[in-house]
Nanobody, 127 residues
Framework: EVQLVESGGGLVQAGGSLRLSCTLS????????VGWFRQAPGKEHEGLSC????????????????RFTVSTDKDKNTVFLQMDNLKPTDTAVYCWAARPFYYC????????????WGKGTRVAVSS
């Protein structure tokens, strides 16, 4: 059974940092793509970042480019999202999703392209 286990959310002041992590359990595919999304109350899922394992390609939305960094520890099947210079507008539930053999593009990362989802972790940024 594939599971995406997330951790690292919490409350932080504006300008602060958090690191989210997600471990892909039971994911035996040789290659995969993962995406980070967030959903604020009353809004749709917003695609933030993508990382594909075969080529190491990354994608960042304009909202987080220069502030968020995605990385991976392939040996542990774990992916990290380092979030720096957080803003109150970053407050949301952050979700991790994955799809086998998925390659990131330069045009975005889309929720309906993903096969597996984590439960999400809440991030709150106070002003």
């Amino acid at each position: 059974e594939v599971q995406l286990v997330e951790s690292g959310g919490g409350l932080v002041q504006a300008g602060g940092s958090l690191r989210l992590s997600c471990t892909l359990s039971g994911f035996t595919y040789e290659s995969w793509g993962v995406g980070w999304f967030r959903q604020a109350p009353g809004k749709e899922h917003e695609g933030l970042s993508c990382l594909s394992s075969p080529d190491g390609k990354t994608y960042y939305s304009d909202a987080v480019k220069g502030r968020f960094t995605v990385s991976t520890d392939k040996d542990k099947n774990t992916v990290f999202l380092q979030m720096d210079n957080l803003k109150p507008t970053d407050t949301a539930v952050y979700c991790w999703a994955a799809r086998p053999f998925y390659y990131c593009s330069d045009y975005g990362v889309f929720a309906d392209a993903m096969d597996y989802w984590g439960k999400g972790t809440r991030v709150a940024v106070s002003s």
